[in-house]
């Protein structure tokens, strides 16, 4: 894949591949995030601490619970980190990425844009990133690699046909 600071760990337990994020590539991630995200919470605004999060009501618990007057207002999070923005709600403990979150609350067609978007802003979505490869690019490379197996396939046939003949042919040569 192009474009990418691919370092691999050689660390017990790690995965083995980590991508290295660049400032631009993180400024790209959070500009698109911000796009998808935008009025996902109720009544999201942006937070006073934190300039860059936003803070409003949980799409998830904030519809079913009803208040109860001695229960404090616990909110919604969407922080950004080295990897986008993350949700989090102090209520019901959800803790997601952002396309998690979009996919549960706007749907797999807009969730299946968003990535769509972060694939085309630069390939900022698969291995090592916290969103999936969009469907269109994991049927294509799951194409490829099915096409590179029977390549694969078919030049080892062809080898172990050869090395058969090799191997037998003066046995052949040899009755007649």
Same mark, same amino acid.
């Given at each position: 894949?192009?474009?990418?600071?691919?370092?691999?760990?050689?660390?017990?337990?790690?995965?083995?591949?980590?991508?290295?994020?660049?400032?631009? &590539?993180?400024?790209?991630?959070?500009?698109?995030?911000?796009?998808?995200?935008?009025?996902?919470?109720?009544?999201?605004?942006?937070?006073?601490?934190?300039?860059?999060?936003?803070?409003?009501?949980?799409?998830?618990?904030?519809?079913?619970?009803?208040?109860?007057?001695?229960?404090?207002?616990?909110?919604?999070?969407?922080?950004?980190?080295? &990897?986008?923005?993350?949700?989090?709600?102090?209520?019901?403990?959800?803790?997601?990425?952002?396309?998690?979150?979009?996919?549960?609350?706007?749907?797999?067609?807009?969730?299946?844009?968003?990535?769509?978007?972060?694939?085309?802003?630069?390939?900022?979505?698969?291995?090592?990133?916290?969103?999936?490869?969009?469907?269109?690019?994991?049927?294509?490379?799951?194409?490829?690699?099915?096409?590179?197996?029977?390549?694969?396939?078919?030049?080892?046939?062809?080898?172990?046909?050869?090395?058969?003949?090799?191997?037998?042919?003066?046995?052949?040569?040899?009755?007649?």
């Amino acid at each position: 894949m192009k474009g990418k600071n691919y370092s691999y760990s050689t660390q017990k337990g790690s995965y083995g591949l980590t991508v290295n994020i660049t400032p631009q &590539m993180l400024d790209q991630i959070k500009e698109i995030d911000g796009q998808y995200l935008v009025g996902i919470l109720k009544d999201q605004e942006f937070s006073r601490v934190h300039r860059e999060s936003w803070v409003g009501k949980c799409p998830f618990c904030s519809s079913r619970k009803k208040r109860n007057s001695q229960e404090s207002y616990k909110p919604a999070y969407l922080n950004p980190n080295n &990897m986008g923005y993350v949700f989090s709600c102090c209520s019901c403990k959800t803790s997601t990425t952002a396309y998690k979150l979009i996919q549960a609350v706007r749907g797999d067609c807009v969730a299946e844009e968003y990535l769509e978007a972060r694939w085309r802003a630069g390939e900022l979505a698969g291995g090592g990133f916290n969103c999936p490869l969009p469907q269109r690019v994991r049927e294509q490379l799951l194409s490829e690699k099915e096409q590179r197996k029977a390549a694969h396939k078919m030049e080892y046939e062809l080898k172990k046909a050869r090395n058969y003949i090799a191997k037998y042919e003066h046995l052949n040569t040899g009755n007649q």
